[in-house]
Structure formats: structure tokens, C-alpha cells
């Protein structure tokens, strides 16, 4: 399973899109401590199953999640995380929605 992340602009366009694959989903969030839990907008990805919707003002704080959790991701990871959190804090990118596979 994996989530596609679809990214609109303001006039509902998908612009851009970004896939969690089943790798990079379980490096963020299957580890023993579960620290995902602490950041509110990252850990609303952990389930796969339910689509997510990000805009505005969650949108950047889900950036801003990513950005700070990335210490505790395998080092292998991280240019997919950095790839990601571009795309998110694109100011032309006004909503996004992860699907589930």
C-alpha cells in the first residue's frame, strides 16, 4: 500500500504529485518509538487505508512536521523527504490530498 499525493493550485489543478511508496511509509512511521505520534499533521498520513487533505495553514505545518521528524528517518530517505517537502511548501501548491492505493 502506498499514498499518491496530488497537489493543486488555486484554480483545482493537480500540478504536481507525489507518491509514499511502501518503503519510504514504513521508514516514517513503523519504529519503535512511534515519535511520529508527537507531530500532528505528519502522523495523519500514518494510516493508508483514508485519503488526507491538506490546504492552507496545514499544508506548511505539515512541511514543517516533515522537515523536523526527518532526524529519525534512515539517512537513505531523506532526499525523498527533502524532494517532498519542496513540493509542499511550493507557494503555488494551495491543497493537497493523499490517496490511498
Known amino acids: 500500500?502506498?499514498?499518491?499525493g496530488h497537489m493543486?493550485?488555486?484554480?483545482?489543478?493537480?500540478?504536481?504529485f507525489f507518491p509514499i511508496d511502501d518503503d519510504l511509509h514504513k521508514a516514517i512511521f513503523y519504529q519503535k518509538?512511534?515519535?511520529?505520534?508527537?507531530?500532528?499533521?505528519l502522523s495523519r498520513l500514518c494510516d493508508y487505508y483514508e485519503?488526507?487533505?491538506?490546504?492552507?495553514?496545514?499544508?506548511?505545518?505539515?512541511?514543517?512536521?516533515?522537515?523536523?521528524?526527518?532526524?529519525?528517518?534512515?539517512?537513505?530517505?531523506h532526499t525523498l523527504i527533502n524532494e517532498l517537502y519542496d513540493k509542499l511548501s511550493n507557494t503555488a501548491i494551495v491543497k493537497v490530498i493523499f490517496y490511498a492505493d
Open 1 to 4: 500500500m502506498a499514498l499518491d
Open 8 to 16: 493543486f493550485d488555486s484554480n483545482n489543478v493537480m500540478i504536481d
Open 33 to 41: 518509538e512511534n515519535v511520529y505520534r508527537s507531530y500532528l499533521y
Open 51 to 77: 485519503d488526507e487533505s491538506f490546504d492552507g495553514d496545514e499544508l506548511r505545518k505539515l512541511a514543517d512536521d516533515l522537515s523536523n521528524y526527518k532526524a529519525n528517518v534512515a539517512v537513505v530517505y
